[in-house]
């Protein structure tokens, strides 16, 4: 009796750690999106995608005009923003402005660019304060790009040669290049370019990345 009951003992001691073990495995699951492993470039530039991104900044002399309720009229353009440095009309300052872009898919993936109208968004005494803002706004850097490919076109027995490339943004560039280039390119999986970041002056984690030539 006494190694029968035992027997039931164990057994029952199994099973209940079996049921255990059952449960931890069915709670402890995650999602199928949480346990994919996700690989990717990370970059400071935020993913491009159709609406409003930065595009451009300019710093321009203009004269002071009308003064109204705290405001200032920018000449010629009569442009209106608020006179924070207290200018008096007739004073010749400096103008940081902004465009913005908007940016939409059409029905076949391709994106189409509406741009704005210059934004005065900060005046100045002087152009060495404005162009120090600008620096900070418009950064041009080196990196390594995906290439794409290379190809070439013939129209009457002219070619002309073409490289495509991929942005850290996910935009796609397509440059016309030399044929020396597009020799060099033909076998390359990444290429050296020099991009224009523009961020955003009310968020600078917001950018653009623009392109603006090889680096190589």
Wanted: hydrophobic letters at 40%.
């Amino acid at each position: 009796m006494k190694q029968g009951r035992f027997i039931l003992l164990a057994v029952g001691l199994i099973g209940i750690i079996v049921i255990i073990w059952l449960f931890s495995m069915i709670f402890d699951k995650k999602p199928s999106v949480l346990s994919q492993s996700t690989t990717g470039n990370v970059s400071t530039t935020s993913s491009y995608a159709p609406g409003d991104v930065p595009w451009d900044y300019q710093v321009q002399q203009v004269k002071v005009g009308d003064l109204i309720d705290g405001d200032m009229v920018l000449l010629p353009n009569n442009d209106r923003m608020s006179n924070d440095q207290n200018f008096a009309t007739g004073d010749s300052i400096w103008v940081l402005s902004f465009m913005q872009a908007t940016m939409k898919a059409d029905s076949q993936g391709k994106n189409d660019v509406t741009l704005s109208q210059w934004k005065p968004i900060k005046s100045f005494k002087t152009k060495e304060e404005a162009d120090k803002d600008l620096v900070e706004l418009k950064v041009e850097i080196k990196t390594d790009v995906k290439l794409i490919g290379v190809y070439k076109t013939e129209l009457d027995s002219q070619f002309r040669y073409f490289a495509v490339v991929e942005l850290p943004t996910g935009q796609k560039v397509k440059q016309p290049i030399p044929e020396e280039r597009y020799k060099a390119f033909k076998d390359k999986k990444e290429v050296s370019v020099v991009l224009e970041e523009v961020h955003d002056y009310t968020d600078f984690d917001q950018s653009m990345a623009k392109f603006r030539g090889w680096a190589e």
